[in-house]
T-cell receptor, first 113, second 114 residues
Framework: AQKITQTQPGMFVQEKEAVTLDCTYD???????LFWYKQPSSGEMIFLIY??????QNATEGRYSLNFQKARKSANLVISASQLGDSAMYFC??????????FGSGTKLNVKP | EAGVAQSPRYKIIEKRQSVAFWCNPI?????LYWYQQILGQGPKLLIQ????????DSQLPKDRFSAERLKGVDSTLKIQPAKLEDSAVYLC????????????FGPGTRLTVL
């Protein structure tokens, strides 16, 4: 069964605007972690932000914030003030059952000037 | 601080041949991961080491793939014999611990099987 669902294969956003990338997950494990990674065309995976299942507040890292809605099992990534350098693939990932990791299929973000 | 190193960066082989990839994690990182990323998909975890012990290899095709992490530092991933469907980027990542810590990824090895 698929553990992570990213329903947006591709998205466009205007430079300087905010954009939300969707991620829903499925696990019965009460303790889990959610990650977002960025993969530019060069191929390296870059860690952006982490949210633990017991964290009370939504995680934020600079222009990145994670909209964590536990009851809905969603962990959307919000990028504020988009920049041209934000154009990349974005992957949502989950750690569950302590040592299992599962990545979603990704969303390709294109930032238009 | 040096990042995760991988070699080679590119490899082209014919089906049924063997191939090996090497990974050197960030110094002090106890946990090491190997992922397979097929074009257009997210990375799939193949195997996870904690120091030199295997924590999870449930998605490793053990009839043809093997991996080891001698002395709890460097790691090698081997495919023998390779199939066409093994064409992918093989990513190595490391982290300080398993739980919260982010994974740092290497540049990957792009394998093409002809």
């Amino acid at each position: 069964a698929q553990k992570i669902t990213q329903t947006q294969p591709g998205m466009f956003v205007q430079e300087k605007e905010a954009v939300t990338l969707d991620c829903t997950y499925d696990t019965s494990d009460p303790s889990y972690g959610l990650f977002w990674y960025k993969q530019p065309s060069s191929g390296e995976m870059i860690f952006l932000i982490y949210q633990g299942s017991y964290d009370q507040q939504n995680a934020t890292e600079g222009r990145y914030s994670l909209n964590f809605q536990k009851a809905r099992k969603s962990a959307n990534l919000v990028i504020s003030a988009s920049q041209l350098g934000d154009s990349a693939m974005y992957f949502c990932a989950m750690r569950y059952n302590f040592n299992k990791f599962y990545f979603g299929s990704g969303t390709k973000l294109n930032v238009k000037p | 601080e040096a990042g995760v190193a991988q070699s080679p960066r590119y490899k082209i082989i014919e089906k049924r041949q063997s191939v090996a990839f090497w990974c050197n994690p960030i110094s002090g990182h106890a946990t090491l991961y190997w992922y397979q990323q097929i074009l257009g998909q997210g990375p799939k975890l193949l195997i996870q080491f904690q120091n030199n012990g295997v924590v999870d290899d449930s998605q490793l095709p053990k009839d043809r793939f093997s991996a080891e992490r001698l002395k709890g530092v460097d790691s090698t991933l081997k495919i023998q014999p390779a199939k066409l469907e093994d064409s992918a980027v093989y990513l190595c990542a490391s982290s300080l611990a398993q739980v919260k810590d982010e994974q740092f990824f290497g540049p990957g090895t792009r394998l093409t099987v002809l």
